[in-house]
């Protein structure tokens, strides 16, 4: 409990509930992973606000718990054998919270490898392919006249929903149940929408993909943990 008091990231973000895990993060698809898997696995948490903005991934109370500058990152206080743990990566922050729990990883071994394996999927392919279209279709990098970048990144969003599309073919969640590897991936579908890139891409030609997003929207705890933290 006493990292969660003296870690340097708690004079700008202090705990009202240091007992409590902490997160740091802002609403994003990397973001409510964290958010979503602290709803699902019903942990008991605080949650801080820490825009995207320079003054704050980039300020030294946020970079002494990540130097990476990147949201979410969190403070166990009871991490393992009762030592606190401060974790950032998304990814970790999902792996590290399934096995705390028990939860959402699959019911044997070969469950939690297959379940990490789409996790891993995530992290390396739909995250940062599906990020760089955003950014070529949608923001800034939608200037660049030069149609390379863009019409790369359509493509790889494509290939990749095809492979979800594929793997959920008769199935509703990507590793058989419920797990971490849907929470780190439908975020991210989600995502499309707000890029306004679904009729790009020809969302109606995955349908599987759709129903699966719509499934996970269903969940109370997703909703929940879409708007955590709240946004100003």
Known sequence: MLDTISHPITARWPAQFPE????????????????????????????????LADADVKSAAFLSLNPNNKIPAIIDPDGPDGEPLGLFESGAILLYLAEKTGKFLGRTK??????????????????????????FY???GNEIEDPRPRERYINETKRLLNVLNSQLDGQDWIAGEYSIA??????????????????LLGWEGYPHVAAYLDRFLERP???KGLTIPERD
Do not use: C
């Open 20 to 51: 409590k895990i902490q997160l740091y993060s802002f609403p994003t698809p990397n973001g409510v992973k964290a958010s979503i898997t602290l709803e699902e696995t019903g942990l008991p948490y605080e949650p801080h606000l820490v825009t």
């Open 110 to 135: 070969a469950d939690k490898y297959r379940v990490t394996q789409w996790l891993m999927f995530q992290m390396g392919g739909v995250g940062p392919m599906f990020g760089q279209l955003g950014y």
């Open 138 to 140: 949608k923001f800034a």
């Open 182 to 199: 849907d929470i780190a991936i439908a975020p991210w579908l989600r995502g499309l929408d707000y890029y306004g890139a679904k009729e």
């Open 221 to 223: 705890a997703v909703q």
